[in-house]
């Protein structure tokens, strides 16, 4: 069963606007995520990260979103760049115990220039 | 800067052969990970290894298994390939609860 669910399989946007990218996980005792970029043929690059402690942090045009209560994170690209497009990969883990990343199925994302 | 070297970007292998994919990285991680990655399906986890000669299932183990003799190096065995294992292998090392550091990828075709 999926612990890590990335519904929206693909995501078009606009040169210039924002790119929101969802990420819902089943498991409560999930405390860390991390937001992982996929170009073809190369292995996914780390992006941001969130702790449980923290609902929000930001990284220069990259800004996660964390809502514990509904077990939903999202990614915010803003402003999209062509070069944003990619594959991105949502991962959930726990800080104490098992050092597994569970992923999503990932959501391919397109910037239109 | 920190490093995880997938010994091939690219293999082709024949149904019934044995194949070993080797990852190797420099940062001391006491964690490496096996994943394969499929569309539509992400990343699953076929194996992973907290430890030297310690090694855990992951989701999807089967056909695979694997070796870690030394602490940076982790190797992902097909005991013997089948077309359903034609995937992209993804070999990741990480330290404690912090961001996974990933392979460029060996793109495994069996026919």
């Known amino acids: 069963d999926q612990q890590v669910k990335q519904n929206s399989p693909s995501l078009s946007v606009q040169e210039g606007r924002i790119s929101i990218l969802n990420c819902d996980y089943t498991?409560?005792?999930?405390?860390?995520f991390l937001w992982y970029k996929k170009y073809p043929a190369e292995g996914p690059t780390f992006l941001i990260s969130?702790?449980?402690?923290?609902d929000k942090n930001e990284d220069g045009r990259f800004t996660v979103f964390l809502n514990k209560s509904a077990k939903h994170l999202s990614l915010h690209i803003v402003p999209s760049q062509p070069g944003d497009s990619a594959v991105y990969f949502c991962a959930a883990s726990q800080q104490t115990g098992a050092n597994n990343l569970f992923f999503g199925t990932g959501t391919r994302l397109t910037v239109i220039p | 800067d920190v490093k995880v070297t997938q010994s091939s970007r690219y293999l082709v292998k024949r149904t019934g052969e044995k194949v070993f994919l080797e990852c190797v990285q420099d940062m001391d991680h006491e964690n490496m990970f096996w994943y394969r990655q499929d569309p539509g399906l992400g990343l699953r986890l076929i194996y992973f290894?907290?430890?030297?000669?310690?090694?855990e299932k992951g989701d999807i183990p089967e056909g695979y298994s694997v070796s870690r003799e030394k602490k940076e190096r982790f190797s992902l065995i097909l005991e013997s390939a089948s077309t359903n294992q034609t995937s992209m292998y993804l070999c990741?090392?990480?330290?404690?609860?912090?961001?996974?550091?990933f392979g460029q990828g060996t793109r495994l075709t069996v026919v």
């Open positions: 290894s907290y430890d030297v000669k310690m090694k």
């Open positions: 990741a090392s990480r330290t404690g609860s912090t961001e996974a550091f």
């Open positions: 969130i702790s449980s402690i923290k």
């Open positions: 498991n409560s005792m999930f405390d860390y």
